[in-house]
């Protein structure tokens, strides 16, 4: 079955606010929870990485292996954020600010 995600159109004047997310921070909110217990090794290099490029970097993987397979095995509730950050590609400010929030949650 296709992950189902909502369908984003980011403008290039537009700006990240968690606010206007609410399936984004419902995601962030899983994925929190669900490595709650996870080394915090690179743990927010890993997840934005990965979700926004599909790459991770061999350092991270030996740092913090547990994360690492569970984000390429796509367990986790992704598909919004995924969306959101190809969507944004053409407006740099945005997905700094996007970044920096999901940076922020990851962290904490």
Do not use: C
Request: charged letters at 20%; zero cysteines; a negative charge.
């Amino acid at each position: 079955m296709m992950k189902q995600h909502q369908v984003y159109i980011i403008n290039d004047a537009d700006q990240f606010d968690a606010r206007d997310y609410s399936m984004i921070t419902d995601e962030v909110a899983s994925i929190v929870k669900q490595t709650a217990g996870m080394l915090p090794a690179y743990k927010a290099d890993i997840i934005i990485s990965y979700l926004k490029d599909h790459s991770l970097m061999n350092t991270w993987i030996t740092a913090n292996p547990l994360l690492s397979k569970m984000i390429i095995s796509n367990v986790l509730p992704t598909s919004n954020i995924e969306a959101l950050f190809d969507a944004s590609r053409t407006n740099p400010a945005f997905r700094t600010q996007f970044e920096a929030f999901l940076t922020g949650m990851f962290q904490s």
